[in-house]
């Protein structure tokens, strides 16, 4: 057994003798628990958006004769707010890429390629609730205008704490490197930001795309 090791002595007596056992300790890979953590506040994230899903699919046709969404919503807009997040996606994955082979500089530049498209998603969707208020088409309306604020806003909101995220990594990297714990949390911030954009098309195809067939 080497130095070390992490041992518990436990001490006993019976019959006359004195006993002594040493009982090693569980051995936890290194941010093993911080992995685990992360992986169950997804699934309850998860579980946040399957709500909001099942909330605009029971109160999404609710329009309380006000507009639909073929009167509100402009698909090419959309589109180009979609590509700009899924190509977040992808620079993401090769800051990771770099990440792997110790390039701090690499990872930093594909970092913020990554959050100039994701500032740029967030700008989009904001112009577009503007206008929609502006429209007099606010979440107060409809049942439909107030499920459709509340996915999208929530959705929108993830987006933009992954950008705080996103840019205090930055400066940690920038400050200490790709050290085991930076490149710990920029795995963690990875599976997040993928987690929104498969949320993202799901609210693509199930509110946009869907509500142009209705």
Same mark, same amino acid.
């Given at each position: 057994?080497?130095?070390?090791?992490?041992?518990?002595?436990?001490?006993?007596?019976?019959?006359?003798?004195?006993?002594?056992?040493?009982?090693?300790?569980?051995?936890?890979?290194?941010?093993?628990?911080?992995?685990?953590?992360?992986? =169950?506040? *997804?699934? /309850?994230?998860?579980?946040? &958006? %399957? +709500? !909001?899903?099942?909330?605009? @699919?029971?109160? $999404?046709?609710?329009?309380?004769?006000?507009?639909?969404?073929?009167?509100?919503?402009?698909?090419?807009?959309?589109?180009?707010?979609?590509?700009? =997040?899924? *190509?977040? /996606?992808?620079?993401?994955? &090769? %800051? +990771? !890429?770099?990440?792997?082979? @110790?390039?701090? $500089?690499?990872?930093?530049?594909?970092?913020?390629?990554?959050?100039?498209?994701?500032?740029?998603?967030?700008?989009?969707?904001?112009?577009?609730?503007?206008? *929609?208020?502006?429209?007099?088409?606010?979440?107060?309306?409809?049942?439909?205008?107030?499920?459709?604020?509340?996915?999208?806003?929530?959705?929108?909101?993830?987006?933009?704490?992954?950008?705080?995220?996103?840019?205090?990594?930055?400066?940690?990297?920038?400050?200490?490197?790709?050290?085991?714990?930076?490149?710990?949390?920029?795995?963690?911030?990875?599976?997040?930001?993928?987690?929104?954009?498969?949320?993202?098309?799901?609210?693509?195809?199930?509110?946009?795309?869907?509500?142009?067939?209705?």
């Amino acid at each position: 057994m080497s130095a070390t090791d992490t041992m518990t002595t436990i001490a006993a007596s019976g019959g006359g003798q004195s006993r002594i056992f040493h009982v090693e300790d569980e051995h936890h890979a290194e941010g093993g628990s911080t992995m685990l953590g992360f992986w =169950l506040y *997804l699934m /309850s994230d998860c579980l946040i &958006f %399957a +709500m !909001l899903f099942a909330a605009y @699919g029971v109160l $999404g046709g609710n329009y309380a004769a006000g507009p639909s969404p073929k009167d509100l919503f402009d698909l090419p807009t959309v589109a180009v707010n979609t590509a700009m =997040l899924l *190509l977040s /996606s992808i620079t993401y994955g &090769f %800051a +990771m !890429l770099t990440m792997e082979r @110790g390039r701090v $500089g690499a990872t930093q530049a594909w970092l913020a390629i990554t959050a100039i498209s994701g500032i740029a998603f967030v700008s989009i969707e904001l112009n577009e609730f503007s206008h *929609l208020i502006h429209e007099g088409a606010g979440p107060q309306r409809s049942a439909f205008l107030s499920s459709f604020f509340t996915l999208v806003g929530t959705h929108g909101l993830h987006v933009t704490f992954g950008l705080i995220w996103m840019t205090t990594l930055m400066v940690q990297v920038g400050r200490h490197g790709l050290i085991a714990a930076n490149r710990r949390r920029l795995m963690c911030l990875s599976l997040f930001w993928h987690f929104l954009d498969v949320i993202w098309i799901g609210v693509f195809t199930f509110v946009y795309l869907m509500g142009f067939l209705r």
